[in-house]
């Protein structure tokens, strides 16, 4: 019809396909072609689908198959993991620590954990880094690198390491670095994947939340088809750490995985006692309760779990802060000076915690006390000044 009305199609193609544009028959056989692999890409699709369908009754007498953790309430095995951490923390050193500890039969962070074999894949730290992480997490172990048969490691510092393609209408499709993984899976028969980290992996926009349950869903197709657990490690946003949630991008990505981690320093009052601090906090879990806690320290190059606070010791630390609070408060109110419990610049668990005979108290350790403190009726909120500027202050009950 283009041609009857006088179109000239040579010239077109040339201007809008190329100089080596198809012809109208090419193009209709290439048309031809690509119809017939998508009707065969849908009769496939079509195929999977129905058989996989069961009915509930079909269940009836089998066995329950039992929940596999690699980690136990923390890290379930054959699905998706997503560890966080801000920039610094050591999540990489965090997690490498967990293959070495698959991989050596050794607990992790004073947890059991699955035994077998483990892969490491890091976007971020070259062969070198890898090298002088593991010679002091094995010297921590009081192992040698000789050991570590069942781990294996591959940098991609510096080289392309997408594992998808946004494709045309938003489509996440396989890179040949996600085929290569795939090889590797199918050779090592790892128990464990880490894939160090999130924004070197994932093409997309992370505010994007089908691509976010797209790139969820292809890791977890790796930890199904190969039965292994997927930690990916992810930074969080400035939102996120400001929060304590850890969370980044679209509500995706913590919707879509099983199990969410968060490795942050610990900062109490805007303060950080101590910079090798850490701790590790289970933020979401569809397996298991969250809030769980795991305190821990920087030492020689590792991250060593620290020894549980037992209750002899919380009712030491409680008692502690009672008596210091009681010394301060006698102390200030010998001096003429008040505070009091509401904040301001006379907060009481504030200044306090700044005094030099403060004890190394801190102000939530303070608070607590004056809280119990208040209930026990061993201090009171007193009223002090004129009628029309009364004012709350803290004290003793003699």
């Not at 201007?15 to 198809?22: I, L, M, R, S």
């Not at 620590?97 to 059991?112: D, K, M, Y």
Request: some cysteine; charged content about 20%.
């Amino acid at each position: 019809m283009a041609r009857d009305r006088g179109a000239k199609l040579d010239e077109i193609g040339i201007k809008h396909g190329g100089v080596n544009a198809p012809n109208p028959q090419n193009s209709a056989i290439v048309q031809s072609a690509i119809y017939a692999e998508h009707v065969a890409a849908v009769a496939e699709q079509i195929s999977r689908f129905q058989s996989g369908i069961f009915r509930a009754c079909d269940l009836d007498g089998q066995p329950v198959p039992e929940r596999v953790w690699h980690v136990h309430d923390l890290i379930p095995a054959n699905t998706v993991t997503l560890l966080s951490g801000d920039g610094g923390t050591g999540k990489s050193l965090c997690a490498l620590q967990l293959a070495v500890s698959t991989a050596l039969q050794r607990p992790w962070l004073g947890l059991a954990v699955r035994h077998g074999k483990a892969v490491y894949l890091s976007a971020e730290d070259d062969k070198a880094e890898l090298h002088r992480r593991l010679a002091d997490i094995t010297r921590a172990e009081n192992a040698t690198l000789a050991d570590l048969g069942d781990l294996t490691l591959r940098s991609l510092a510096g080289e392309d390491a997408l594992l998808a393609i946004v494709a045309k209408g938003g489509t996440l499709r396989a890179t040949p670095l996600l085929e290569a993984v795939k090889q590797l899976l199918e050779r090592d028969c790892p128990d464990l994947l880490v894939l160090d980290t999130l924004a070197d992996y994932f093409p997309g926009n992370e505010n994007d939340r089908a691509q976010a349950r797209q790139f969820i869903g292809i890791l977890r197709g790796l930890a199904i088809n190969h039965r292994c657990a997927v930690v990916m490690l992810a930074h969080p946003s400035v939102a996120g750490m400001a929060s304590g949630t850890g969370t980044s991008g679209s509500t995706g990505w913590n919707n879509s995985v099983r199990s969410r981690l968060y490795l942050s320093r610990v900062v109490q009052d805007g303060d950080q006692q101590n910079p090798d601090a850490r701790v590790l906090r289970t933020m979401k879990s569809n397996y298991s309760s969250i809030g769980g806690e795991i305190a821990m320290t920087w030492q020689n190059g590792v991250f060593v779990a620290d020894a549980p606070v037992t209750g002899l010791d919380r009712m030491a630390a409680s008692a502690k802060a009672e008596r210091v609070f009681l010394a301060l408060l006698r102390m200030f109110a010998e001096q003429g000076r008040t505070v009091n419990h509401a904040g301001g610049s006379t907060y009481a668990p504030k200044v306090f915690a700044e005094h030099p005979k403060s004890e190394g108290m801190t102000k939530r350790a303070l608070r607590v006390a004056m809280d119990a403190l208040l209930m026990t009726g061993k201090i009171r909120i007193a009223q002090s000044g004129p009628p029309s500027k009364r004012r709350a202050h803290l004290e003793l009950v003699e």
